[in-house]
């Protein structure tokens, strides 16, 4: 089991940044991917980051340029840094652990026009 625990999400204006972490305990794997997916009201879950141990990144496109995942493997905690922030980017975000598909409770942000 593995459990994962968001933090760092909150209410800003448009262009405002915002930095989200996430801790990961249990039974964590040496070679793992870790990352952020997000859901907006009445809309699906869609990929935002991942970042595997070797770190390696993947990013949706539709936040490349703004965001920056990163993480620590001594701590086993993974970031996204958020910045230039829309609108459209108010969501839940999801942090989720993989292979075995572990998901966190989520985080509000909320981007304000």
């Known amino acids: 089991q593995v459990q994962l625990v968001e933090s760092g999400g909150g209410s800003v204006q448009a262009g405002e940044s915002l930095k989200l972490s996430c801790v990961a305990s249990?039974?964590?794997?040496?070679?793992?991917?870790m990352g952020w997916y997000r859901q907006a009201p009445g809309k699906q879950r869609e990929l935002v980051a991942t970042?595997?141990?070797?770190?390696?990144?993947n990013y949706a496109d539709s936040v490349k340029g703004r965001f920056t995942i990163s993480r620590d493997n001594a701590k086993n905690t993974v970031y996204l840094q958020m910045n230039s922030l829309k609108p459209e980017d108010t969501a839940i975000y999801y942090c989720?652990?993989?292979?075995?598909?572990?998901w966190g409770r989520g985080t509000q942000v909320t981007v304000s026009s």
């Open positions: 989720v652990y993989g292979p075995s598909l572990y």
């Open positions: 249990g039974s964590i794997s040496r070679f793992n991917i």
């Open positions: 970042i595997i141990s070797g770190g390696n990144t």
